[in-house]
């Protein structure tokens, strides 16, 4: 059966406080009752962005000043075959007034959350769930001590994604030094990835596994843990990471880095290029610090992942 292609404008209102808007369906609408993030459809002539501030007007009776690219994903109705891009509504003036739905809610990533949800909207739930930034452990250079000493002062000071990545370290020290790891990042709520050892990640139960460019080429499978996510240089690699089903992936370098001197930088423009119109969160690595996030987001990171820069100097 042919389906009819339908191009729909949505849009992640975001508070301060990171909870994010949704809306229930009027009795009268098809799917009604169903939770959905407002937008709508993109009439002929128009783009996603210009779909998207004219819905939001309409619906919500307010003006956008500030949208951001994110996700762009595709559903099979049994009526329409949709693709929708999704933009992060980073700034609006004017108060919110519920025009179309039969209630509005602002919802925590971490729930609870309402139901049903629209089927083509419910995987963006856990994107939402993902933290913003990811600090990449370095262990092996700086040392276990300096590393765990480091791990606490972020987690203090908000940080709740690690990558544990100390493919060089000997077994038995990089087990040990996961397992104090795992420790620091469970008490504080947050999520710990093992880079490329998925023996390790399973021993310790891991919240997820990170696979490096090498290794997510060789996949034809997803990994089964909770989170997946993977390194990626270029468009391919993210298709494959998206083909996969992974849950988000890091492309760069964005800016030259002390890690890898030499190596030619993407550059913002580049950044964007590559990650347009993708169904998986990406966040942009290479030199970055937490000042370079609003930048990141405006090119279309979900966020940003650092060594360096997340433990306390420049440059990653």
Known sequence: MTRKRVEVAAGVLLRADGSYLIG?????????G???FPGGKVEPGEEPVQALIRELDEELGIRVTHLRPWLCREHLYEHAH????????????????DRVHSVLAWVRPEGPWRAPMLPANGPILKALRLPRTMGITDATEIGIDAQLA??????????????????????????????AAQARVRAHGGLLLINDDVALARRIAADGLHLPARRLMATQVRPDFTWVGASCHDRAELEHAAALGLDYALLGPVLPTLSHPGQPAIGWQGFGDRVAHLPLPVFALGGLGGEDMARARDAGAHGIAAIRGVWGARGT
């Open 82 to 97: 949709v693709r929708l891009h999704f933009f992060e509504v980073a700034a609006w003036e004017g108060e919110l007034a």
């Open 34 to 36: 169903y939770w959905e």
């Open 150 to 179: 480091a791990l606490d002062a972020a987690l203090a000071g908000g940080l709740r994604l690690v990558q544990l990545r100390e493919t060089a370290m000997d077994d038995g020290g990089r087990e040990r030094f996961a397992r």
């Open 24 to 32: 229930q369906r009027a009795s009268d609408t098809v799917y009604a």
